[in-house]
Nanobody
Framework: QVQVVESGGGLVQAGGSLRLSCVAS????????LGWYRQAPGKQRELVAT???????NYADFVKGRFTIARDNAKNTVYLQMNSLKPEDTAVYYC??????????WGQGTQVTVSS
């Protein structure tokens, strides 16, 4: 069973930065596609950024130029560097690992709150 654990959330003022981390268990981490999603109160969960096994990245338009996703396969960790944070970035951020054959694995989420 793959386990996914996020950390790094917190309270930050608008314009500030945070770095989220996500550690996943399993020996195939380097082959898995990974992503960060977020869910604000009363809204659906939405894609923030993804990175595949080759290091190719994809970003939602609302974070382009502000957020960066990166992975460290030696540490089984994926990061989300968030800069120039806005109050509308406030949400619970979730890490996702896609199984090689099937299945999605999710962490418990980490709260990010951006004050104005």
């Amino acid at each position: 069973q793959v386990q996914v654990v996020e950390s790094g959330g917190g309270l930050v003022q608008a314009g500030g930065s945070l770095r989220l981390s996500c550690v996943a268990s399993g020996s195939t981490f380097r082959l898995n596609s990974l992503g960060w999603y977020r869910q604000a109160p009363g809204k659906q969960r939405e894609l923030v950024a993804t990175i595949n096994s080759g290091g190719n990245t994809n970003y939602a338009d609302f974070v382009k130029g502000r957020f960066t996703i990166a992975r460290d396969n030696a540490k089984n960790t994926v990061y989300l560097q968030m800069n120039s944070l806005k109050p509308e970035d406030t949400a619970v951020y979730y890490c996702n690992l896609k199984g090689l054959i099937a299945g999605d694995y999710w962490g418990q989420g980490t709260q990010v709150t951006v004050s104005s």
